[in-house]
């Protein structure tokens, strides 16, 4: 218990951090050189007022300053990070132990999605700043960690042709709709979720995004939260259908072979 615990803390410090990306990339603020402060007084906050999640019960979701409310996006992002970073540590544990070397790549593969995850839902953005490295991230830790000299090249043609299908999937939806159904993040997050997934699982991921996001917009529509036309921060979905697909893309897909 113990060592979920310390994993636990440690999504928290990181779901902190990821709070600070979260809040800082549409502004294009340096996410290192400048001290945390209150958006709404500007007050430098004080080292003992970051702690994650602790100093948003203590201050009981306000400013220790100017009193006003703190958003619970903070609290919710650190809190969902902990879980998540704990959830994982588990799956590992239980197919063989949290030893395993693909338990970091995934962790840092799940903080990037949560990022996107936010940003699009909160300013209907998907930043390059994030999905370009983890492409990079993605594709060499996938190779190096799943593979060996002499598969290295088929698995990286594997994901490379993944990538592929994913951006060519949204950069046909782009061209065809002149930029109206998808934007430019669309395609690099569809290339991104080629190289996180690899062949075959990219397409089970976009078949998850597709109806998860087509229920959603149609209990949004009948709730008269959203119009037919409305536009939907896809990447939401698709981040959700990546992290899904990550743990539970083959068994999906055995299960679907199974039904012939």
């Known amino acids: 218990m113990l060592v979920y615990l310390l994993i636990f803390v440690t999504g928290l410090c990181v779901g902190s951090f990821l709070n600070v990306v979260i809040c800082r990339l549409p502004e294009k603020r340096s996410i290192v050189k400048s001290r945390s402060s209150c958006p709404h ?97 993605a594709f060499i830790a996938n190779i190096f960690l799943m593979g060996n000299s002499s598969n290295y090249l088929s698995l990286s043609l594997n994901y490379l042709m993944a990538g592929i299908i994913g951006a060519g999937f949204f950069y046909l939806q782009y061209y065809f709709s002149k930029g109206k159904w998808v934007g430019g993040g669309d395609i690099r997050l569809g290339l991104l979720m080629g190289l996180i997934l690899g062949w075959p699982k990219i397409l089970v991921a976009l078949f998850i995004a597709y109806i998860v996001g087509a229920i959603c917009s149609l209990i949004l529509v009948f709730v008269r939260r959203k119009k037919m036309d409305s536009q939907v921060p896809f990447g939401v979905f698709l981040s959700l259908a990546t992290a899904v697909t990550m743990f539970w893309g083959d068994s999906m897909i055995d299960w679907y072979l199974g039904l012939f």
Do not use: H
Request: net charge positive; hydrophobic share 50%; glycine share 4%.
């Open 41 to 137: 007084c500007k007050e430098i906050i004080k080292p003992y007022d970051l702690l994650p999640l602790a100093s948003f019960c203590v201050l009981k979701g306000q400013c220790r300053e100017c009193k006003k409310k703190i958003s619970w996006q903070y609290p919710l992002i650190e809190l969902a990070t902990g879980l998540i970073f704990a959830a994982v540590a588990y799956f590992y544990q239980t197919i063989g132990g949290i030893d395993n070397p693909l338990l970091i790549r995934d962790l840092v593969i799940l903080s990037a999605l949560i990022v996107v995850f936010t940003t699009d839902l909160k300013y209907m953005l998907i930043f390059d700043a994030v999905t370009m490295p983890m492409m990079v991230f």
